[in-house]
């Protein structure tokens, strides 16, 4: 049994700055790629970021050059720094765990972006 708990999401104006934060616990295996996912309002969950437990990253155009996905695999723990925010990044982000044929979703964690 794998949980990923997802925080550091909430209100920031455009322009601003959150990082979220997932911790992984359970069976999560060596080799291993961890994502963060958006869901907006009214739209499918679609892919924001990856990386791979060698520190390999993946990133969606609309987010290339503002967020940054990164990972601790001391503390099993995957973080994405989102900058210059901007009101289309609204939405529930989810964190992601793919270890060979097995895929774990965490709960989410909202992120709401005002100009």
């Known amino acids: 049994q794998v949980q990923l708990v997802e925080s550091g999401g909430g209100l920031v104006q455009a322009g601003g700055s959150l990082r979220l934060s997932c911790a992984a616990s359970?069976?999560?295996?060596?080799?291993?790629?961890m994502g963060w996912y958006l869901q907006a309002p009214g739209k499918q969950r679609d892919l924001v970021a990856t990386?791979?437990?060698?520190?390999?990253?993946n990133y969606a155009d609309s987010v290339k050059g503002r967020f940054t996905i990164s990972r601790d695999n001391a503390k099993n723990t995957v973080y994405l720094q989102m900058n210059s925010l901007k009101p289309e990044d609204t939405g529930v982000y989810y964190c992601?765990?793919?270890?060979?044929?097995?895929?774990?979703w965490g709960r989410g964690t909202q992120v709401t972006v005002f100009s």
């Open positions: 992601r765990l793919g270890v060979l044929a097995f895929i774990s």
């Open positions: 990386i791979t437990s060698g520190g390999s990253a």
């Open positions: 359970g069976s999560i295996g060596r080799f291993n790629t």
